[in-house]
């Protein structure tokens, strides 16, 4: 099972219009602590809440300049005004243009993109006989076309200068499977395959693909949606003895987006407690 909600719009509610949110933290002050990250700039989708907050936060606090994108808007600003030297920006990533505005804007004001993260997903959970064409179409717009649209858009700029990093959030529903979650795994899943398709292609290039696969995750929306009795259930499958925390994904993302990281492509990492292992 994933860690998201039956109906979830965490970070890619629809919308195709993007703009920059004004704001005294756009240009910041760097933190002055050595980091993994420092001088890097990094983008993350879907970043106003839940996982993808706790990725702009980790990323800024190893060193990086955050580029934080979200289709909510007000979001986007929440998280981007409590980190140094980030900016907001409001997109869409399944519309190609609002993505590509938002990277254009990025490149004329950073001048370039280190660190892409596409964290931005959508799920609406259901019995595949239940479910409505309409929310295959969603689903795989989000999870699947918005991590095509954001490397289609940054990648040039990163293999022009002949390193990056991507990091793309698959999740544990394309690697195993979940019950009710039939599209969502299937668009997962092509992720998953997409990042090691992509990697090969970029390796001669020195930029670097993997993908991170979050199983259940306390998380708000986990929250709304899951009763006491699927939380408990669920906490005792994983070995742990606990659900994953944002906190534990973000650390395996910045690890991945470091030079620390520099000899690591096209792997799949599964962040669960070891609910999966294979």
């Not at 700039?41 to 190893?62: P, W, Y």
């Not at 004001?109 to 259901?126: P, Q, T």
């Not at 390796?203 to 670097?208: E, I, K, N, P």
Request: aromatic letters at 4%; glycine letters at 10%.
């Amino acid at each position: 099972m994933s860690n998201e909600p039956p109906d979830r719009r965490m970070s890619e509610a629809g919308g195709s219009t993007w703009a920059v949110l004004a704001g005294p933290h756009r240009l910041g002050t760097r933190m002055s602590h050595m980091g993994r990250l420092d001088d890097k700039i990094a983008v993350v989708t879907g970043a106003g809440q839940g996982i993808g907050k706790a990725i702009a936060e980790k990323l800024a606090t190893e060193g990086a300049t955050v580029v934080v994108t979200d289709v909510d808007g007000a979001s986007a600003e929440t998280t981007a005004t409590a980190l140094p030297g980030a900016v907001a920006i409001r997109a869409d990533v399944t519309d190609p243009q609002s993505v590509q505005a938002m990277v254009d804007r990025v490149i004329r004001h950073f001048g370039r993109i280190d660190i892409l993260v596409n964290n931005a997903g959508w799920d609406k959970a259901s019995p595949f006989v239940d479910s409505e064409p309409a929310d295959w179409d969603r689903a795989i717009a989000v999870n699947l076309y918005g991590v095509l649209h954001t490397c289609r858009a940054v990648l040039p700029m990163m293999t022009e200068r002949g390193r990056g990093a991507v990091v793309n959030l698959g999740s544990d529903a394309g690697r195993v499977g979940s019950s009710g979650e039939a599209v969502y795994s299937a668009a997962k899943g092509g992720v998953i395959a997409f990042t090691k398709s992509l990697a090969r292609e970029m390796a001669r290039h020195q930029v670097r693909v993997n993908c991170v696969c979050p199983g259940p995750t306390d998380t708000a929306l986990f929250a709304s949606f899951a009763g006491p009795k699927l939380r408990e259930a669920l906490t005792r499958a994983i070995p742990f003895g606990r659900l994953g925390q944002p906190a534990d994904i973000a650390n395996v993302v910045a690890f991945l987006a470091s030079d620390e990281a520099s000899f690591v492509t096209g792997q799949t990492v599964s962040v669960s407690g070891g609910l999966t292992m294979s």
